[in-house]
């Protein structure tokens, strides 16, 4: 006796596969989201305050390694 309703068939199988391939979407979407617009203007800030810190301190160490002329203490015993 057929039934007046129609059997489900490949219905559980074609929602996961709809669901891990919407998620793999959204979640990709995401992530090039998050790379683009938070991760990249933040590691260009970083990096711009790196190179003064740099800039800053190559400054600070070329004037220490000026030569230095020989204290009065070595004058007197040479």
């Given amino acids: 006796?057929?039934?007046?309703i129609a059997p489900i068939t490949g219905r559980f199988a074609n929602r996961v596969l709809r669901d891990v391939v919407g998620?793999?979407?959204?979640?990709?979407a995401s992530g090039y989201a998050y790379w683009e617009l938070?991760?990249?203007p933040s590691m260009k800030h970083f990096r711009a305050y790196d190179k003064k810190v740099i800039a800053e301190t190559?400054?600070?160490?070329t004037a220490a390694l000026q030569p230095v002329t020989a204290p009065a203490v070595l004058t007197l015993f040479s």
């Fill in 38 to 40: 938070v991760h990249v």
């Fill in 1 to 4: 006796m057929p039934s007046a």
């Fill in 23 to 28: 998620s793999t979407i959204v979640g990709v």
């Fill in 58 to 61: 190559k400054g600070k160490r």
